[in-house]
């Protein structure tokens, strides 16, 4: 009786240990306020080629993971060919600019962690080694203007990452990435003009490492990944971790940022980033063009799609890569892709974006 009462005691425990460890919970898409019929139609296009080279498609609505989808295709790993590839809930993949997000994630953590006072801290004050750079209006240089992307600083990325023109391979290249940043010639006025630059992010994340010493992937493990339940990430690099585009993770544990940011930096109770952090984070400051904005590396997109308009907060990344955040809609949608450095098809992540939303009942 007593060996019969031990064992039904250990199998509570384990069930009530298994329960708590269930971080997403699954639903069901015909319970979603999605149209079943329109998102498995979605799912068959994509499977059949009509969205090319897609890697993954899981959508959480309601607080319920309600579709989890991965296909097989062509990719790479920071630009190495991985030939052809079949995807699985397992399986790493390139984030690319999604990193930025993460890396502003971690900003958020070390300023409540204290490490870090303030996103008005000038940058230059944790740079004593380039004081030399620290003139002609760079004095003025705030850790928000390098979280925001209007530090003035010039800097191209509008080309293809194949070329070698391109700022953020010429910073990646360079032997030291955050002087080649700082000291590049500031032709507008901190804050004034919006301009997609990878080497924000790299100043942004030095300042971390600077300020905790760590490099922003061990103190993404440490502070944010572990506490989501991440285990398994990489970060491409050369010396230190490219915080501009080198993170891979799981599709799943992509979502799981993304549902982090949907309960405003709550995880299992636990404030992770300060709510107010992420609610400047997730704000427009600059006006990109007239669907797109911009917060703490955070792409604010507005469009309509059957006449109603929708606002989601994004995480964007080169190929494909997208975490979408509607917080009035209750819902996180993660695509991967391999289609990297081509901008100019037509049935694109944003076209899948909308294809979703024309099933929002």
């Not at 039904?8 to 460890?21: A, E, P, T």
């Not at 490099?215 to 501009?244: D, M, Q, R």
């Not at 997730?282 to 059957?306: H, K, L």
């Amino acid at each position: 009786m007593l060996r019969h009462t031990c064992a039904l005691l250990l199998i509570l425990i384990v069930k009530v240990g298994f329960c708590q460890k269930q971080e997403i919970v699954a639903g069901a898409l015909s319970s979603s306020g999605l149209n079943a019929k329109k998102i498995d139609a979605l799912v068959d296009s994509i499977t059949r080629g009509i969205y090319p080279n897609s890697h993954s498609l899981l959508i959480y609505k309601n607080n319920k993971l309600v579709l989890e989808k991965y296909f097989t295709g062509k990719d790479e790993q920071w630009g190495d060919d991985l030939g052809i590839v079949q995807y699985n809930l397992a399986l790493l993949h390139d984030m690319r600019s999604v990193s930025k997000s993460v890396v502003s994630a971690c900003m958020g953590i070390a300023i409540a962690q204290g490490k870090i006072k303030s996103v008005d801290e000038k940058v230059f004050d944790f740079f004593k080694e380039y004081q030399q750079y620290r003139n002609e209006g760079r004095e003025q240089l705030t850790i928000r203007h390098f979280l925001t992307m209007t530090s003035g600083l010039k800097w191209n990325e509008n080309m293809s990452y194949d070329n070698p023109e391109n700022s953020e391979i010429q910073m990646n290249k360079s032997s030291d990435p955050a002087k080649f940043v700082l000291s590049q010639p500031l032709i507008h006025a901190p804050g004034k003009v919006w301009n997609y630059s990878g080497g924000t992010t790299e100043i942004l994340a030095r300042i971390i490492e600077k300020c905790t010493g760590k490099n922003v992937h061990e103190f993404a493990k440490e502070f944010l990944f572990a506490p989501l339940g991440i285990t398994n990430s990489y970060w491409s690099g050369y010396s230190t971790p490219a915080a501009a585009s080198g993170l891979r993770l799981t599709s799943r544990d992509a979502l799981k940022f993304g549902i982090l940011y949907l309960q405003n930096g709550k995880w299992r109770n636990n404030q992770l980033i300060p709510e107010q952090y992420v609610r400047e984070s997730t704000t427009s400051y600059v006006d990109v063009d007239d669907t797109a904005g911009y917060g703490f590396q955070f792409w604010i997109i507005n469009e309509t799609v059957n006449g109603k308009t929708y606002t989601w907060t994004t995480a964007m990344g080169n190929g494909g890569q997208r975490i979408f955040i509607d917080q009035k809609n209750n819902m996180v949608v993660v695509m991967t892709a391999g289609n990297y450095n081509q901008w100019d098809f037509q049935f694109d992540s944003a076209a899948i974006i909308r294809s979703i939303y024309k099933a929002v009942e």
